[in-house]
């Protein structure tokens, strides 16, 4: 019998790998955390204190972690060579094919032989970044939705060879965050943003063409169909400029002209308003507070 993983690496601690690491923190798991910038390190380990504080009265099976535990759980470095030590590595940089393919390179060479990779991707295919291995076998997408912490499923896509192992360590990854597992097969965008990314679009376009406000286009999915976060909300959760950069993935993947970003997504990244990160998006972000703002400013 396998021991259970214990040391779990995340590569890239910005917008969802910082919520990464702090739902594996909280379940017991010691994480390496890699990143290029010092900030988002120290971000990640902000976060990590109030969540700890805020997260058991949402999950009451999660314990309150002591302070100095939680933050010992945490290995903040800029060196990748740290992760040689970890069991398992989830991934989560930058959509650009160009950043994923030479990180695999150097991430094939630093990690032991049979160490799996989960790659936290919105729209590359697994298969096409497990060819960049030695170890097609064991690379497998793990889609985590933000805030990790927060959700009870993942998309889990299973590349042409990911192997059974691998597919098994997985569930047992996710079972021990409280997860289920939805498994789909390898295709760009998968399910979750090859329909998603068309609806945040086409959300994007009706306050581009109508003039509509954000905040009635949020309200009416939230209201009338029951959504925790409307259209707008969740692609400034996300980010407008990984929304764009997605979007393009899609495009370039399928030729479809439906996944062209519309003139206002590209507008508001190219000001960099980018959404919750940067402080404003389709709606004005103060802490936790949003206010809708209009297409105008």
């Known amino acids: 019998m ?7 690496g995340v590569l890239g601690v910005g917008n969802i790998g910082s919520t990464v690491c702090v739902d594996f923190v909280v379940h017991g798991f010691r994480v390496v955390a890699v990143d290029q910038e010092e900030a988002a390190l120290a971000a990640a380990r902000e976060l990590l204190r109030d969540v700890n504080r805020f997260l058991p009265a949402v999950r009451p099976r999660l314990p309150r972690l002591a302070t100095d535990t939680a933050q010992e759980r945490l290995v903040t470095t800029t060196d990748l060579a740290a992760l040689a030590e970890c069991e398992f590595v989830v991934e989560n940089v930058s959509e650009k ?4 393919r030479d990180l695999y390179h150097d991430l094939d060479k ?11 991707t ?7 970044l497990a060819a960049m291995t030695r170890r097609p076998d064991m690379v497998v997408g793990i889609h ?5 912490y927060l959700k009870d499923a993942v998309e889990v896509m299973r590349g042409a060879d990911t192997s059974q192992k ?3 360590q997985v569930h047992e990854l996710l079972a021990r965050l409280d997860k289920q597992a939805v498994v789909v097969g390898d295709f760009p965008g998968f399910v979750s943003n090859r329909i998603s990314h068309l609806f945040f679009n086409e959300a994007i376009r009706v306050v581009q063409d109508q003039g509509v406000d954000p905040a009635a286009v949020d309200d009416i999915f939230k209201k009338c169909f029951g959504h925790t976060m409307g259209p707008l909300e969740t692609a400034d959760l996300i980010g407008l400029d990984t929304v764009l950069l997605t979007l393009e993935n899609l495009r370039d993947s ?3 002209d439906r996944y062209d970003g519309c003139a206002l997504l590209r507008e508001m990244v190219a000001s960099g308003r980018l959404g919750r990160k940067s402080g404003q998006g389709f709606h004005h972000y103060h802490g936790a507070t949003a206010v809708a703002t209009t297409t105008g400013e």
């Open 110 to 120: 630093v990690l032991p032989d049979g160490v799996g990779i989960g790659v936290n």
């Open 166 to 168: 691998c597919l098994d």
């Open 122 to 128: 919105s729209s590359i295919p697994i298969g096409r």
């Open 2 to 8: 396998t021991q259970p993983l214990r040391t779990i």
């Open 254 to 256: 399928y030729g479809d």
């Open 144 to 148: 985590f939705m933000n805030p990790s």
């Open 97 to 100: 094919w160009e950043t994923k």
